[in-house]
């Protein structure tokens, strides 16, 4: 039998030994957000959580093409955002004004073998970059676990995979060309404008349009994938020393379940194989099942959950390391995620599930714990500290926001620093509490954009609202 027919027959029998218990259903999205009546420019992201009707949607096939944009009149007093693929829950792209994507651009553009380094430029998906930079004999130190995320855009927003000597992939720009709102090309490193390369490095695309990266990158790699299913208590007494004896390390606590599964990658040498997995699409559509009509009962949700996955084998992927990193996202949601430190993650996470079973029966994604190195960007979540992510999801077409109203003040409380695309409530006050750069880094963009070319209302407010002194 097939393993999730065999949890669908455990949700059923549980089902007929209560007839007359109503499955739960899911909640319409009431989050508050007025919805944006579609037209032939709209945009939105992913989920579906942002959207906007911009007055113009333009791709410029070359730097000249963008440099005419900025300069031409047809744009002169409009606000101008740059988009990637839409992949970011939080409020950066939305404009009413110019909305300009960098698709066109895209490919290796140059390389260094000795120093294996590559010139990319920003417009590449990340998926279409793994196999070119093979085919270089280069490989990026670490991925995401999607990617179909613009490289402009992942990096814009200290995007990161896990790995305790990991950095995000931000910590890897060497270099990097951006062109501002008076339509000059700047080129930036750690030597040539090394102010604005550490603000550029993670720039929310409010300094200007980045169109090429430099990355430091390494030989190919090839890594074991290893998939563990475990008590929950299992999990949080090893991961520390989990996550510093692997390459990789995260894990993932299935709500109502007591339990979760590790993933671990290291670099091998052993021939490419693979051994049955569970489909972790089909594996989000059989959790909500068991939400739909087991939520009147935490204790049987958590008996017929707990009781399937403890049937689960350990999964073994071998294969190139950017095969192994990513998978598809088929089923859509929202999400926040919060970067915690090292000592507290574990009060933190443990508080945030106990809100979640007490509170929050309608739950049933997975929640995703990652760790990430410490880097030097200025506005990079992990400047000057290694942290570990925690990330709570709730299903796209049902209201996230009670949830996260409920998470989110856990995680700030123990001194988290959200995923810049991931959806928060914190202000340009509170940033300037969480980052020590945060001041210098808006007299950069301000001398960059004085005019406020490259913000949108959310930016706008982030950056130009009067914040404290100290």
Not at 441 to 469: I, M
């Amino acid at each position: 039998m097939q393993r999730r027919h065999f949890l669908n027959l455990l949700v059923g029998s549980a089902i007929a030994s209560q007839v007359g218990w109503p499955r739960i259903g899911h909640a319409q999205t009431s989050s508050g957000q007025q919805p944006t009546t579609a037209g032939p420019m709209t945009w939105r992201n992913w989920s579906g959580s942002q959207s906007s009707n911009p007055s113009h949607r333009l791709a410029p096939r070359s730097v000249n093409e963008l440099l005419d944009i900025l300069s031409g009149s047809a744009y002169r007093g409009r606000a101008i955002r740059p988009v990637g693929s839409g992949h970011s829950f939080s409020p950066l792209v939305p404009t009413n004004d110019v909305l300009v994507s960098l698709a066109r651009l895209n490919g290796i553009l140059d390389h260094d073998d000795d120093q294996c380094r590559a010139r990319i430029a920003t417009g590449t998906l990340l998926g279409q970059l793994s196999q070119p930079l093979e085919n270089i004999n280069q490989a990026l130190f670490n991925m995401p676990d999607i990617d179909q995320q613009s490289l402009g855009g992942l990096l814009a927003t200290a995007t990161h995979g896990t790995g305790a000597e990991l950095m995000s992939l931000s910590g890897y720009i060497e270099g990097l060309t951006l062109v501002t709102a008076q339509g000059d090309v700047l080129e930036c490193s750690r030597d040539q404008n090394p102010d604005i390369f550490q603000a550029a490095r993670v720039g929310l695309g409010s300094l200007g349009f980045v169109t090429d990266v430099t990355l430091q990158n390494r030989r190919p790699y090839r890594l074991k994938k290893t998939t563990e299913w475990l008590p929950l208590d299992d999990i949080l007494d090893n991961a520390d020393a989990r996550a510093k004896a692997h390459r990789n390390y995260e894990f993932f606590y299935i709500p109502f379940s007591g339990m979760g599964f590790t993933s671990t990658h290291d670099i091998t040498d052993e021939p490419v194989s693979e051994t049955e997995a569970i489909d972790q699409n089909d594996g989000a559509r059989d959790l909500q099942q068991a939400r739909d009509y087991l939520s009147w009962s935490p204790r049987l949700r958590r008996l017929i959950l707990g009781g399937y996955m403890r049937t689960l084998s350990t999964e073994v992927k071998v294969a190139s390391s950017w095969q192994n990193y990513t998978s598809a996202r088929n089923v859509r949601f929202n999400e926040m995620e919060y970067h915690l430190p090292t000592d507290n993650w574990q009060a933190a996470l443990r508080e945030v599930i106990d809100t979640i079973e007490s509170q929050f029966p309608e739950v049933f994604f997975p929640i995703e714990v990652r760790f990430v190195k410490a880097d030097d960007a200025w506005l990079s979540p992990f400047y000057q500290r290694d942290s570990v992510s925690v990330a709570v999801h709730r299903f796209f077409e049902e209201d996230h926001a009670p949830l996260f109203e409920a998470v989110e003040p856990i995680l700030k409380r123990h001194g988290g620093r959200p995923h810049w695309g991931k959806l928060n409530t914190l202000t340009g006050a509170d940033f300037e509490d969480l980052y020590p750069q945060w001041q210098a880094f808006c007299e950069v963009r301000e001398a960059l954009d004085p005019n406020g070319r490259f913000l949108n209302p959310y930016l706008t407010r982030l950056f130009r609202q009067k914040t404290h002194t100290g």
